[in-house]
């Protein structure tokens, strides 16, 4: 088995996250998967995973093409305010910090 390229990787980790907000609306998922994505990643891998999406087809998940898109959308994120940016460290409900 060959080992994954960068992009691959981004890839499989956007899926990961889409994974995650599958069981909310599709709004709620798109708006979830763009703000964890902008909050956490730093500003390389987006743009590498924004450029990678349509060499890799159906191997990325629809909402996360639609995240990465469509960015922001009008619904609000699902994950709850306190706990969904590093920016707020300690603010949340989180014990790991």
Not at 47 to 52: D, E, F, H, K, V
């Amino acid at each position: 088995m060959s080992a994954l390229t960068s992009d691959e990787k981004l890839v499989r980790m956007a899926n990961q996250i889409a994974t995650f907000f599958r069981s909310y609306s599709d709004e709620e998922a798109v708006s979830g998967i763009h703000k964890h994505v902008v909050a956490f990643w730093t500003p390389k891998m987006v743009a590498s995973l924004r450029a990678c999406l349509p060499a890799m087809g159906e191997r990325v998940d629809p909402l996360v093409v639609r995240a990465m898109r469509e960015g922001k959308t009008e619904a609000e994120s699902p994950v709850r305010p306190a706990t969904r940016s590093p920016h707020t460290l300690g603010e949340g409900a989180s014990d790991a910090g």
